[in-house]
Nanobody, 121 residues
């Protein structure tokens, strides 16, 4: 079993900051890309920020220069620092990871349960 355990999120006023963390646990042999997606009510789930095993980052244009993603510890934990938050950042944020569980298994995508981020105007 693989679990992505998310923490952080909450309610903040526009212009404020929040941090999210996600830790992968369980049968994790290798972890490739890890990061965050978000889904606002009535909208599709979109990529926010991801980081590869080699540290290459990719941000959505809407969050560039405001959000910072980092990979910590044994590289199975990812953090997202969100600054200068806007009401349009309000969404459920989902942790994502591409994981290989054993030498004989292929790569699979895993998702966390999601954490709510609400930015009030």
């Amino acid at each position: 079993q693989v679990q992505l355990v998310e923490s952080g999120g909450g309610v903040v006023q526009a212009g404020g900051s929040l941090s999210l963390s996600c830790a992968a646990s369980g049968s994790v042999l290798s972890l490739d890309t890890i990061g965050w997606y978000r889904q606002a009510p009535g909208k599709q789930r979109d990529m926010v920020a991801i980081i590869s095993a080699t540290g290459v980052t990719n941000y959505a244009d809407s969050v560039k220069d405001r959000f910072t993603i980092s990979r910590d510890g044994p590289k199975t934990t990812v953090s997202l620092r969100m600054d200068s938050l806007k009401p349009e950042d309000t969404a459920v944020y989902f942790c994502y990871a591409r994981i290989r569980r054993s030498p004989l298994s292929g790569w699979r995508d895993y998702w966390g349960q999601g954490t709510q981020v609400t930015v009030s105007s």
